[in-house]
């Protein structure tokens, strides 16, 4: 991008709130049931129908909010949101305009350990989802379900202070974990629980005059967000060098073209024609609710991310990983409860651990071997009972059967050998079956011992210890 221009980003993210019900109605809120069977008369908007709200949604609003930050506001309400869309049933939706439940949070952006940005976060208020339309282009044909209508959800808007594309990838991830920290939703974003807008805009460098913003919108993935900004950008920019004008509007990313494509002019406020909802009493926030919400929010990614250095001495980037899910962090400081030697298990958890949880394509909640069968083996190795190599053995039967790992050792014969004359008769054996690699070392390629030493190691299966291995095979040659 030229350095002529500056880029503005705004995001306005839809999250899906974790509640057993939907937000004005008793019908389950959950995913992927047949169309149009989680509906009542509420969340299909037929006439005489009442709104009633789930308290539960309030409860999870403000976790949210203080979590992010946020001044929740002591008095809020709803509002009409009028438009009209085959999804909408009642023509209106309802959510919150000029009172909302919050205001004036803050999210800060790392990158590589290091602080990028500070992002304001406008607004945060609760609102209902819509229905779903379904498609079939070969039919010419178009289909509602309304299971989705009436789902709860939070909006939350930031503040134009995002810089560039990358930024607004960095700050959904950031946005994700705090979600996922404190249990508001499970923002599993090919389930629609976490969708993002977003408005970007450019003004010429060095001024403070917003340019003509344009939203963005269909962008359903992380990597989507920041290629669909990336492509806006670029398509701004060109328009403004040719001397052209940018038109505020509504486009959405076409991610097989990986372009963005115009939708629609882009609405302004006063088309929705907003109104207090009459069907529903104002909100009133207490201090006891602000210190029960307060109470339930669990240590954020940041500032456990800090800690995990501070006290166990591990590296950025290991910190950065396993703050990564809570459950992954819990994870690791239970297993140090049995073993506490933070650097290597954090090392088996971010290789072994996590690279069989991916190929048995096994959830973050279901996090194996159990935190004092990884601490077993854990200490194991760093006893010298079992070579690493064997140890990654252990690993996948204790993963897959649930085995203390222990007990795998003593069944299978598996201890290492650390016998003086054991080791020296095999470094015997592999100098006497391996004359070219002798001749090299004895040449002067001092690495040709590495390869004696995994002859060593695989005549053993990994049993023997090859620091004492590499040893006795240099007394051997060099006495």
Same mark, same amino acid.
């Given at each position: 991008? *030229?350095?002529?221009?500056?880029?503005?980003?705004?995001?306005?993210?839809?999250?899906?709130?974790?509640?057993?019900?939907?937000?004005?109605?008793?019908?389950? =809120?959950?995913?992927?049931?047949?169309?149009?069977?989680?509906?009542?008369?509420?969340?299909?908007?037929?006439?005489?129908?009442?709104?009633?709200?789930?308290e539960?949604? %309030?409860?999870?609003?403000?976790?949210?909010? !203080?979590?992010? =930050?946020?001044?929740?506001?002591?008095?809020?309400?709803?509002?009409?949101?009028?438009?009209?869309?085959?999804?909408?049933?009642?023509?209106?939706?309802?959510?919150?305009?000029?009172?909302? /439940?919050?205001?004036?949070?803050?999210?800060?952006?790392?990158?590589?350990?290091?602080?990028?940005?500070?992002?304001?976060?406008?607004?945060?208020?609760?609102?209902?989802?819509?229905?779903?339309?379904?498609?079939?282009?070969?039919?010419?044909?178009s289909?509602?379900?309304?299971?989705?209508?009436?789902?709860?959800?939070?909006?939350?808007?930031?503040?134009p202070?995002?810089?560039?594309?990358?930024?607004a990838?960095?700050?959904?991830?950031?946005?994700?974990?705090?979600?996922?920290?404190?249990?508001?939703?499970?923002?599993?974003?090919?389930?629609?629980?976490?969708?993002?807008?977003?408005?970007?805009?450019?003004?010429?460098?060095?001024?403070?005059?917003?340019?003509?913003?344009?939203?963005?919108?269909?962008?359903?993935?992380?990597?989507?967000?920041?290629?669909? !900004?990336?492509?806006e950008?670029?398509?701004?920019? *060109?328009?403004?060098?040719?001397?052209?004008?940018?038109?505020?509007?509504? #486009?959405?990313?076409?991610?097989?073209?990986?372009?963005?494509?115009?939708?629609r002019?882009?609405?302004?406020?006063?088309?929705?024609?907003?109104?207090?909802?009459?069907?529903?009493?104002?909100?009133?926030?207490?201090?006891l609710?602000?210190?029960?919400?307060?109470?339930?929010?669990?240590? /954020?990614?940041?500032?456990?991310?800090?800690? !995990?250095?501070?006290?166990?001495?591990?590296?950025?980037y290991?910190?950065?990983?396993?703050?990564?899910?809570?459950?992954?962090?819990?994870?690791?400081?239970?297993?140090?409860?049995?073993?506490?030697?933070?650097?290597?298990?954090?090392?088996?958890?971010?290789?072994?651990?996590?690279s %069989?949880?991916?190929?048995?394509? #096994?959830?973050?909640?279901?996090?194996?071997?159990?935190?004092? =069968? /990884?601490?077993?083996?854990?200490?194991?190795?760093?006893?010298?009972?079992?070579?690493?190599?064997?140890?990654?053995?252990?690993?996948?039967?204790?993963?897959?059967?649930?085995?203390?790992?222990?007990?795998?050792?003593?069944?299978?014969?598996?201890?290492?050998?650390?016998d003086?004359?054991?080791?020296?008769?095999?470094?015997?054996?592999?100098?006497?079956?391996?004359?070219?690699?002798?001749?090299?070392?004895?040449?002067?390629? +001092?690495?040709?011992?590495?390869?004696?030493?995994?002859?060593?190691?695989?005549?053993?299966?990994?049993?023997?210890?090859?620091?004492?291995?590499a040893?006795? /095979? +240099?007394?051997?040659?060099?006495?």
């Open positions: 991008m *030229s350095s002529a221009y500056e880029v503005v980003i705004g995001l306005e993210v839809h999250v899906e709130l974790q509640t057993r019900s939907k937000i004005f109605c008793a019908c389950p =809120n959950r995913f992927g049931q047949s169309p149009n069977t989680d509906v009542c008369p509420v969340c299909l908007g037929l006439p005489g129908s009442l709104p009633v709200f789930n539960n949604v %309030l409860h999870l609003a403000v976790k949210a909010a !203080l979590a992010l =930050n946020c001044l929740v506001a002591s008095y809020s309400k709803f509002d009409r949101k009028t438009y009209f869309y085959p999804d909408l049933p009642k023509a209106y939706q309802i959510s919150q305009y000029d009172l909302p /439940l919050a205001r004036n949070g803050r999210v800060d952006v790392f990158k590589d350990g290091k602080q990028v940005r500070s992002v304001g976060i406008d607004r945060l208020h609760m609102e209902e989802d819509a229905g779903k339309l379904l498609h079939d282009e070969g039919k010419n044909t289909y509602v379900d309304y299971n989705r209508s009436g789902v709860p959800l939070v909006e939350i808007v930031t503040a202070d995002l810089r560039s594309p990358e930024e990838r960095l700050f959904l991830e950031a946005l994700k974990k705090i979600l996922l920290y404190t249990e508001v939703s499970d923002c599993r974003m090919e389930e629609g629980s976490l969708r993002c807008d977003a408005n970007v805009s450019l003004r010429v460098r060095g001024t403070k005059e917003l340019g003509r913003k344009v939203e963005i919108k269909n962008m359903n993935s992380f990597k989507s967000v920041q290629k669909g !900004l990336e492509y950008v670029q398509r701004q920019e *060109s328009i403004l060098q040719a001397g052209g004008t940018v038109f505020q509007e509504t #486009r959405r990313w076409a991610e097989e073209q990986a372009i963005t494509l115009e939708m002019s882009k609405e302004e406020e006063q088309d929705y024609r907003y109104f207090p909802e009459p069907d529903l009493p104002p909100l009133v926030i207490d201090e609710m602000l210190r029960q919400a307060a109470a339930a929010i669990p240590e /954020l990614p940041v500032q456990r991310n800090r800690r !995990l250095i501070e006290i166990y001495g591990i590296t950025s290991q910190a950065e990983v396993l703050t990564s899910s809570k459950k992954l962090a819990d994870y690791f400081e239970d297993t140090l409860q049995f073993h506490h030697h933070p650097a290597h298990v954090a090392n088996w958890i971010l290789g072994d651990v996590l %069989l949880q991916k190929s048995t394509a #096994r959830e973050m909640d279901l996090l194996k071997p159990a935190p004092e =069968n /990884l601490a077993a083996l854990v200490q194991l190795v760093d006893e010298g009972v079992i070579s690493g190599r064997t140890a990654k053995e252990v690993m996948v039967e204790t993963f897959h059967t649930g085995q203390h790992p222990r007990r795998i050792v003593q069944e299978k014969g598996l201890v290492q050998i650390r003086e004359n054991q080791v020296r008769e095999l470094a015997v054996q592999a100098i006497e079956t391996n004359p070219e690699a002798v001749q090299d070392y004895l040449a002067g390629n +001092k690495k040709a011992i590495a390869f004696l030493v995994g002859q060593i190691m695989k005549a053993t299966r990994g049993q023997a210890n090859p620091q004492m291995a040893a006795a /095979l +240099k007394k051997e040659l060099d006495g």
